[in-house]
């Protein structure tokens, strides 16, 4: 299969609804590679469904979904394979081990050599003395840390990640934050749909703040997140 690249991501007035119910209305944005997103907005502003659109999960009720010069629509499966996504659902077998968990993830994603990717991955995660126990026997945030190696085993372009920080301990915490950053510095383009504004702190480039599916306002290099999250808030009611 034929991938595709992309140096930027845009959305121009993209809205979906369900029956009548409207979860996003007309949300724009552009965000260029080596760069992190923000999605922030309380429950039910739209920040997963977002997510959904970008991963090609969800079609737009209107408007489009610019990957560089390509849609979804007109690259499929050449435009997903530069995609990763960890949201909610894990997607990990638990009855198989962290290794063999990431070698088939790998292999789906046609590395030359699925089993030496898996070992490199959690490598990174911290958990190369864990590579052979089964998934079950994890805690959430050690789970957590494997699939979001699953996410990015076939270094993809675009990195999805809904509220990548649940479950985490501090240690954790601080190693994602460090995986995040090295993601921008490859050149990666980054949207993280995350409550955690603590967490979030100093490390988004933009904040794109959702209410009720509408955009609330777009910030650049977010100052005092936090304050700024009420701020804005407060404005949009």
């Given at each position: 299969m034929i991938s595709v690249d992309f140096d930027d991501l845009t959305a121009e007035d993209?809205?979906?609804?369900?029956?009548?119910?409207?979860?996003?209305?007309?949300?724009?944005?552009?965000?260029?590679?080596?760069?992190?997103?923000?999605?922030?907005?309380?429950?039910?502003?739209?920040k997963s469904t977002m997510l959904a659109v970008l991963a090609t999960l969800l079609r737009p009720s209107s408007g489009t979904v610019r990957y560089g010069t390509h849609t979804a629509s007109a690259s499929g499966a050449a435009l997903r394979s530069r995609i990763g996504v960890l949201g909610h659902d894990l997607f990990l077998y638990p009855e198989l081990t962290a290794h063999e968990?990431?070698?088939?993830?790998?292999?789906?994603?046609?590395?030359?050599d699925a089993r030496h990717a898996a070992s490199a991955a959690l490598q990174r995660a911290g958990l190369a003395d864990r590579a052979h126990d089964p998934v079950s026997s994890f805690s959430r945030g050690m789970r957590q840390r494997v699939a979001l190696e699953r996410a990015l085993i076939h270094g993809p372009r675009l990195v999805l990640l809904d509220e990548p920080f649940t479950g985490l301990d501090d240690a954790?915490?601080?190693?994602?934050v460090s995986r995040l950053q090295g993601l921008r510095d490859a050149h990666a383009i980054v949207v993280v749909a995350t409550h955690d504004l603590d967490l979030a702190e100093g490390l988004l480039d933009s904040a794109l703040f959702l209410r009720d599916g509408r955009v609330a306002e777009v910030v650049a290099r977010p100052d005092s997140l936090r304050s700024t999250y009420r701020s804005i808030m407060r404005r949009s009611t």
């Open positions: 993209v809205s979906r609804h369900f029956g009548r119910r409207r979860a996003l209305s007309r949300i724009s944005f552009h965000t260029p590679r080596g760069s992190i997103l923000g999605l922030l907005g309380p429950n039910g502003a739209g968990n990431l070698a088939f993830f790998a292999g789906l994603y046609g590395a030359l954790s915490t601080a190693a994602l």
